[in-house]
């Protein structure tokens, strides 16, 4: 046979790469270049031969498709490229907006009672809050005060100072500077406490789109180009074509604990290969690679909420987390103090799919007088000393450690929480540094729930606390829910303290009422066999404005008292007022106002209550514009053209909108829509330019009077930005001047003819209507 020359797209494995080479047919054999051959992508490579015999190659199968030119060659999966396909994908680093403004948070509640014995009073919440691009500063504290100096304590009619603070989140490293009044960080078996002084810490809230736990991967292969399914307990979670070869799909699977997928591959003949993997989820975890940690250092701040300026005993404290891998994150802790030090360990590992174990270990050293207020003669360890627990003898006092050891599991039916946690007499850290306080001594808890199906489900608990003076809580507990005659739902729970007599119950069937609300109806047991009964209406206020209620009646078995209470709520775009009376023989009334004032942009603006970010939306000055947040419409524009969006969340991409059908018709809106992330506790202008035009419509013919073509050009005054001749001539412009020329070229024949005309003084409807004008060569 002679040797003929082709030039054919070489197919691998059914996948197409528009790669068409030459290729020699030899004696019944096909030859391909060796250079050619290396550039296929295979694992196996000519470099010392001009030519390769392909067909002979030994794990592949060569065909040659002469109807189509195409060389066939199907190679073993294992030896083509794994593909990682991820089905998440972060959105990256985006600046988030802040601009300079002032907010006022405020929250007056005052109540007036008919019983001879209570006194009225009136308090008053305040935060105070400066932002822009340098961050927040914020002041927030409550002023108290009563009105009858006989009964009460007039020491107590004063401001009570709360956190003030500077904080600043930077969005790109994720770090959150802070300084003022601080929170310490903290670990699942550790404490925070209140300092005042500086604090840098991760901060992985400034990127909502990054998911910090380890996301599960199914593996499968493909011999041909295929299309994958992904199944999460039988729900459909995503579809994907895949190259030939291995594959590991990345996916969120949008459940918390143990799963299954079923990943299943299709080819192009609809034949299907399906595989079930179990996998496990855990937020308790970190990524590979990822690290959390806040470390805080400046002086314990004491009788938080009582007094103002009680900042003594210089502290520091530390906290890390680390995704060593997927499975294991390791944890670590440190504080210090001039008369303390404390250490610990500890981590989380997954252990397949049967949940995930926790355990730590902290050891603490202290001088005399850690554990001793500074203003106290004794130490609150002579008592404990004095114990037979040989684990902590009386030398060793002034050290000990912690240890604690956790188990959860979770899954679609069923979960199962529990920890202990053991302190040896010495331990203490910053929380009773100089302190009266003591942490228990052992803390024992398990927490279970199972789901019956339509049957509802179940939950217990139990609680095992003993503290160092040897006195001892435990108190188990069981809960019932489930649905019942439609959509009310049925909630029962029994709680007994073991060594006690008696316990308590309680029982609530509660019942919705579409758009008027909820009803409810309950029974409550205490410990000493009292039963409570309560019947209770309410239906909670609109979001985008209106009045919502609600109302009780209870009856005690016990003192046989009828109470009784009522409230009314009205929300407004601009403030929050509710009131209301409640008692049973006296009664309480009592009302509330809450809301902010903004200061923005040269103008102060009254909004509902802003706790987090909030958008002033800005149309130029012009008035009853509508905004959406976010696709809901929340409101118009006010008079000078503004509305304040109170409830924005922060670091959200989140969209708004203006609707311009209200706007009059010689004003342009180039923009519509805008897209904007907001920072924590901030705010940011957003404007929506609207430019004042003067439009025209007129009708174009040419000097036999025919209609201009529809698709012709128009240039106005000689300007760059063009218009467009219609259907019939008809034609409309914007900003034209007194006196006006037009170009128009012709889209039949390309050829130009000019109009002049000069604008009439009286628009109608702010439209200049000009009818028709001819066009001359």
């Not at 528009?18 to 290729?23: D, E, H, I, R």
């Not at 799963?259 to 299709?266: E, H, I, L, P």
């Not at 397949?352 to 926790?358: E, R, S, T, Y």
């Not at 979001?543 to 009856?555: E, L, P, Q």
């Amino acid at each position: 046979m002679p040797e003929m020359s082709l030039m054919l797209e070489v197919v691998i494995n059914g996948k197409q790469s528009q790669n068409v080479v030459p290729v020699i047919h030899r004696s019944g054999h096909y030859y391909i270049s060796s250079e050619n051959f290396n550039s296929l992508g295979l694992p196996i490579k000519f470099d010392d031969l001009p030519e390769v015999e392909i067909d002979t190659v030994k794990g592949l199968n060569v065909t040659y498709e002469s109807a189509t030119q195409q060389l066939l060659v199907n190679i073993p999966t294992d030896w083509l490229p794994e593909q990682n396909i991820s089905q998440y994908k972060t959105a990256g680093y985006e600046a988030s907006d802040s601009t300079l403004g002032m907010l006022f948070n405020y929250d007056v509640y005052a109540s007036h009672s008919t019983e001879i014995t209570q006194s009225d009073y009136i308090s008053a919440f305040t935060e105070q809050r400066l932002l822009g691009p340098f961050g927040i500063v914020s002041n927030n504290g409550i002023y108290n005060q009563q009105f009858d100096s006989e009964k009460v304590n007039s020491s107590q009619n004063r401001y009570i100072r709360y956190d003030t603070k500077w904080f600043y989140n930077d969005e790109k490293s994720m770090l959150r500077y802070s300084a003022g009044d601080i929170i310490t960080g903290s670990l699942a078996w550790g404490t925070s406490v209140r300092l005042g002084g500086l604090q840098l810490s991760r901060n992985f809230a400034t990127r909502p789109d990054l998911i910090t736990y380890p996301l599960p991967q199914f593996a499968g292969q493909a011999a041909v180009p295929s299309s994958v399914d992904l199944y999460i307990d039988s729900f459909k979670n995503s579809t994907t074509n895949v190259n030939p070869g291995p594959f590991t799909i990345s996916t969120i699977p949008f459940i918390n604990g143990a799963g299954n997928a079923t990943v299943v591959v299709t080819d192009p003949l609809g034949r299907q290969v399906s595989t079930s993997v179990p996998f496990y989820v855990s937020s308790e975890l970190l990524q590979k690679g990822l690290v959390d940690f806040s470390l805080s250092g400046g002086k314990i701040r004491n009788n938080y909420g009582l007094e103002n300026f009680d900042y003594q005993n210089n502290a520091a404290s530390g906290t890390l987390r680390y995704g060593l891998t997927n499975w294991l994150t390791l944890e670590g802790r440190a504080e210090k103090a001039s008369q303390l030090m404390v250490g610990g360990a500890g981590g989380n590992i997954m252990l397949g799919q049967f949940g995930v174990l926790g355990g730590s270990y902290t050891t603490s050293k202290a001088k005399d007088g850690a554990f001793k207020p500074e203003n106290q003669a004794y130490d609150y360890y002579d008592d404990a000393t004095q114990s037979d627990d040989p684990y902590n003898p009386q030398q060793n006092r002034n050290s000990g450690d912690q240890r604690s050891i956790s188990y959860s599991y979770t899954q679609r039916n069923f979960s199962i929480n529990a920890q202990r946690v053991i302190r040896s007499d010495g331990y203490g850290d910053l929380s009773n540094y100089k302190s009266s306080y003591r942490p228990n001594k052992k803390t024992s808890q398990i927490t279970g729930s199972t789901t019956l199906g339509d049957l509802g489900s179940i939950g217990i608990g139990y609680f095992d606390v003993e503290r160092f003076d040897n006195s001892r809580l435990r108190l188990a507990n069981i809960s019932y829910s489930t649905t019942v005659f439609g959509q009310n739902s049925l909630y029962t729970s029994i709680n007994r303290e073991i060594g006690q007599q008696g316990y308590s119950a309680q029982i609530i069937v509660s019942i919705p009422l579409g758009n008027w609300g909820g009803a409810s109806m309950s029974s409550s047991r205490d410990s000493n066999n009292k039963w409570t009964h309560q019947a209770s209406y309410n239906r909670a206020a609109p979001t985008d404005g209106g009045i919502g209620w609600n109302m009780s009646y209870a009856k005690n078995s016990g003192n046989q008292s009828d109470y009784k209470q009522a409230g009314v709520e009205y929300l407004a775009q601009k403030a929050k007022a509710q009131g209301g009376i409640y008692g049973d023989k006296n009664y309480t009334y009592w009302g509330e106002l809450s809301g902010s004032l903004v200061a923005m942009g040269r103008s102060i603006y009254a909004s509902r209550p802003i706790n987090d970010a909030f958008a002033l939306i800005s149309t130029d000055g012009y008035p009853d514009v509508p905004v959406r947040y976010e696709n809901q419409l929340l409101g118009k524009t006010d008079n000078n053209g503004y509305l304040l969006i109170p409830t924005v969340t922060s670091y959200a991409n989140g969209k708004y909108e203006i609707d311009p059908v209200n706007l009059p018709v010689d004003v342009k809106i180039p923009v519509v829509e805008q897209t904007r992330s907001i920072k924590e506790s901030s705010g940011t202008l957003i404007e929506f330019p609207v430019t004042k035009i003067t439009p025209a419509t007129l009708t174009l013919v040419d000097e036999s009077g025919t209609p201009l073509p529809k698709g012709s050009i128009i240039y106005l005054n000689d300007r760059d930005d063009v218009s467009y001749v219609g259907w019939d001539g008809d034609s409309y412009l914007e900003n034209v001047a007194a006196e006006n020329k037009l170009t128009i070229l012709r889209a039949d024949d390309n050829t130009q003819c000019q109009v002049h005309f000069t604008l009439p003084e009286h628009p109608t409807n702010g439209i200049h209507s000009l009818n028709t004008l001819v066009c001359n060569r």
